[in-house]
């Protein structure tokens, strides 16, 4: 009998951990979910690496010893700690790699959070994320902020792999494609070889349900309470509605045809925060061809261990999706305003915990000198 996580992969999902320390690495854990949990990819992010150096200080000490003697500024230690993982894990992840022809075997590393609103500085980061790396399944991770949008353009351009983070909105979303593509038109210009530059779209999910969970339950109407944990399924169902649609135009099936990839939609946010749901919730309702769920090992080993996958649950509900928004207008929710705000607290809350790795590694080299 195949497990639930050889179901979810025969389905299309491609399997990735949301997390990475230096102690995966060294006791052979990631290898164990790589060879028993059908895990691809792994992802990581300015709070995932904040909770790697403060809870791993041991496993960074002999590093951040040599980095203090050395001088290093705790930018420069940060940036030398987190890309030696991130290439170390690239390492690990090579051979599926390069048996999935290079859509999977990722390991993708985020530009400074402080960066969100800075294109330039944004693009310059991301080349030197790359370069430092060195590594061809590395992904560098670009906020779809505004100004990111510009910077992604420019790193597909450049022949980068980008992990395009923080997308809340089907409109933002758009834009993410867009900017993609034109990355990818400025690529073939430039003689770049188009089929090996890849890219995802990450979708954010139970974060929409968490902050239009609480708006509903303000409200009195009974049809509130018949709306909860419904929106970021929907919201990431019509997700997959727009790549469907987008990428069988024209534009996109020209530059297919020039050997370019599709960006396939990730979702992200898949551990579920209300104890009332299903814990693989994020999972089972989100199955679809050409699609990443990024989980953190705790929703990992509940699809594992109790995970039904019943096959495409995302195609054929585009409807019903459509449905759920009209509701939610009109009991007074709006979503523009969901969208923006979660943005909004996504950038603040990765630049706190950007924040707490500065200081944690402030001390660790201060007390290595």
Not at 44 to 69: C, K, R, V, W
Request: glycine share 6%.
């Amino acid at each position: 009998m195949s497990t639930p996580t050889e179901d979810l992969s025969a389905a299309g999902v491609s399997i990735w951990l949301d997390d990475l320390s230096r102690a995966r690495l060294t006791s052979g854990n990631l290898q164990e979910l790589i060879d028993t949990r059908n895990v691809v990819g792994v992802t990581t992010n300015p709070t995932i690496f904040q909770g790697a150096i403060q809870s791993g200080g041991e496993d960074y000490a002999s590093q951040l010893h040599l980095l203090a003697i050395a001088g290093a500024t705790v930018e420069d230690a940060i940036f030398a700690a987190t890309t030696d993982d991130v290439r170390d894990a690239c390492d690990l992840l090579r051979p599926v790699y390069e048996s999935t022809n290079g859509f999977d075997g990722r390991v993708s590393i985020e530009v400074s959070p402080d960066l969100a609103h800075n294109t330039t500085a944004t693009v310059a980061q991301a080349k030197q994320l790359w370069e430092t790396v060195g590594r061809p399944n590395a992904y560098i991770k670009i906020p779809a902020t505004k100004a990111g949008l510009p910077a992604i353009t420019h790193a597909i351009a450049a022949g980068i792999s980008v992990n395009v983070t923080l997308i809340f909105s089907l409109d933002r979303y758009e834009a993410v494609i867009d900017a993609y593509l034109t990355g990818l038109e400025q690529a073939k210009a430039a003689g770049i070889d188009l089929s090996t530059i890849h890219s995802v779209a990450s979708f954010f999910v139970s974060r929409v349900d968490t902050e239009v969970d609480k708006r509903l339950d303000s409200m009195s109407d009974p049809d509130a309470e018949a709306l909860r944990s419904k929106a970021g399924i929907a919201n990431a169902r019509l997700a997959y509605e727009l790549f469907e649609t987008t990428f069988a135009e024209d534009r996109a099936k020209k530059l297919l045809a020039a050997g370019a990839n599709v960006q396939r939609p990730l979702w992200a946010s898949t551990g579920v925060k209300d104890p009332s749901l299903p814990d693989t919730l994020y999972v089972t309702e989100l199955v679809a061809p050409h699609t990443v769920n990024t989980m953190p090992e705790k929703t990992l080993q509940a699809t594992f261990d109790h995970g039904v996958i019943t096959g495409d649950t995302v195609r054929g509900t585009y409807t019903a999706a459509h449905g759920v928004f009209e509701r939610l207008a009109n009991v007074g929710i709006d979503f523009a305003d969901v969208t923006q705000q979660l943005e909004d607290e996504g950038v603040e809350k990765f630049i706190t915990s950007w924040q707490d790795v500065k200081k944690t590694v402030a001390d660790a080299l201060s007390n290595a000198k």
